[in-house]
């Protein structure tokens, strides 16, 4: 499955509390899920500051906001009334890859913000930060393995 997404500057700098004159970037990240045998799995991925502090929704693969609750770190961290207009996508299926272009403010990269993948498949496990990788230059481009359903997450600028 390929998405392309185009996150609104003036989206993720105010939620940061950038000023809305920053520049951006592409970036695109790639989730590849493995092949767990069940139903197409919620995935969302979202940032953090350096203090651990939810900043904001990069991509929610799955529309039933019903099973929210159960990307569990991020529906804590956002307290489940994120706004999601228009970073929605339908679940990814067991074995696929969800890539989504998105453009984040130059000012998050190599600045401590870490990007989290929250995952959960109906009747199956949730796996709350089942990937957090630092948003750095030097992490672009490498693969990483996930602790549930995630094969391999990577991010490129």
Avoid: C
Avoid at 41 to 68: E, I, N, P, S
Avoid at 74 to 79: A, D, H, I, T, V
């Amino acid at each position: 499955m390929s998405i392309k997404f185009a996150l609104p500057v003036a989206v993720i700098a105010g939620a940061l509390a950038i000023p809305s004159m920053a520049s951006a970037r592409p970036v695109t990240v790639e989730t590849q899920l493995s092949s767990y045998g069940g139903d197409g799995a919620y995935v969302v991925m979202y940032v953090t500051d350096r203090g651990g502090r939810y900043q904001g929704t990069l991509w929610m693969a799955g529309d039933k906001a019903k099973y929210y609750k159960h990307l569990r770190d991020w529906y804590r961290m956002s307290g489940g009334s994120a706004t999601l207009d228009g970073v929605t996508g339908a679940s990814v299926g067991a074995g696929k890859t969800l890539r989504a272009t998105l453009d984040i403010a130059d000012a998050l990269i190599d600045a401590g913000y870490e990007i989290h993948v929250d995952t959960a498949v109906e009747k199956m496990n949730e796996n709350p930060s089942e990937v957090v990788i630092p948003l750095t230059t030097s992490g672009a481009g490498k693969p990483v393995k996930g602790r549930g359903y995630v094969k391999s997450f990577r991010y490129t600028l």
